[in-house]
């Protein structure tokens, strides 16, 4: 069983940083792949950054490419997400995902991801 909890998340103006952290728990195989994804007001969910746990690759949605870093941490089993130059379409709800790798390969659509965290909230002001 693999558990998910987010924390970091909180209110910040238009250009500064927040920092997510996601610690886990559970199987290799299960947590092969991990991610951050978000959902706004009114929107669906999207990927934001994913990680293949095994060799360090990253996705990221072009939305924010350079200014977002996914990171992760083995000996504390935490997942963590650099948020930098936030601006107010960042705000939404994070969640942390993990999930089982297709063929060696982690992509950024949700369907890959079996377990969820219960979310953060980012809100980023003018």
């Known amino acids: 069983q693999v558990q998910l909890v987010e924390s970091g998340g909180g209110s910040v103006q238009a250009g500064g940083s927040l920092r997510l952290s996601c610690a886990t728990s559970?199987?290799?195989?299960?947590?092969?792949?991990m991610g951050w994804f978000r959902q706004a007001p009114g929107k669906g969910r999207e990927g934001v950054a994913v990680?293949?746990?095994?060799?360090?690759?990253?996705v990221y949605t072009d939305s924010v490419k350079g200014r977002f870093t996914i990171s992760q941490d083995n000996t504390k089993n935490t997942l963590t997400l650099q948020m930098n130059s936030l601006k107010p379409e960042d705000t939404a709800i994070y969640y942390c995902?993990?999930?089982?790798?297709?063929?060696?390969?982690?992509?950024?659509?949700?369907?890959?991801?079996?377990?969820w965290g219960q979310g953060t909230q980012v809100t980023v002001s003018t």
């Open positions: 995902a993990a999930g089982s790798s297709r063929y060696g390969y982690c992509y950024i659509g949700e369907d890959q991801y079996k377990y």
């Open positions: 990680i293949n746990t095994r060799i360090g690759g990253t």
């Open positions: 559970g199987d290799a195989y299960s947590t092969w792949c």
